[in-house]
């Protein structure tokens, strides 16, 4: 008797806006270093895939494929932003709603709160020496040791060589220890 292969789940907008928004709006706040910049971003990709969905010919993988159209729309709203040199920040009160609760979920302490705070800042720390990279060095460095893809795929989604590719990620990384090995060194006592 032949065992059938699991049916994948169908790709319907509802499931790709659930599943995949979050992705979607991670790489490209990675990538442009700007909330504001990646909530755009976001629903501009997650629009373009949701009209474009029905032509998704399963070439490769959904997600890598959600990852180019992402890499591909946050490239092209850095070079719009360079030409207008418009910055958009948030407003802190679109966090909360007319009668004054959080809008998101708030989240619970799994943790102890000063861990949390430590997590944070340390998060912060990295986020901030990432945004702090050079451009052609940041989009290498996200798209490899943040979203883990393959030297070879981001080398196509950019337009570099391998080569380029491995020389930038290894430049990036030089320039992240030296960012955050002020706050990582060991005092002596």
């Known amino acids: 008797m032949e065992e059938t292969p699991p049916a994948t789940p169908t790709l319907t907008p509802e499931r790709v806006f659930r599943e995949y928004a979050p992705r979607v709006y991670n790489l490209a706040r ?8 990646a909530e755009d ?13 029905d032509t998704f010919r ?6 890598t494929w959600l990852h180019r159209v992402t890499v591909n729309a946050a490239l092209a709203h850095r070079r719009k932003r360079a030409v207008r040199q418009e910055y958009l920040t948030a407003d802190p009160l679109d966090h909360f709603r007319d009668d004054g609760h959080h809008a998101g ?8 709160p000063d861990q949390a705070v430590l ?11 990432i945004a702090q990279l050079p451009d052609i060095f940041r989009d290498v460095y996200v798209l490899a040791d943040v979203e883990g893809l393959p030297n070879a795929e981001i080398a196509d989604m950019l337009g570099l060589s391998v080569p380029a590719v491995k020389s930038r990620l290894h430049r990036a990384r030089l320039l992240m220890r030296d ?4 706050h990582f060194q060991e005092v002596a006592t």
């Open 179 to 182: 960012a955050l090995a002020p």
């Open 119 to 129: 997590d944070a800042e340390t998060q912060q720390l990295i986020e901030a020496a």
């Open 41 to 53: 971003v976001t629903q501009d990709v997650l629009l373009q895939v949701v009209r474009k969905l």
């Open 30 to 37: 990675r990538m442009l270093g700007n909330d504001a910049d």
């Open 58 to 63: 399963g070439e490769s993988a959904f997600p």
């Open 105 to 112: 979920p708030v989240q619970q302490w799994s943790v102890a």
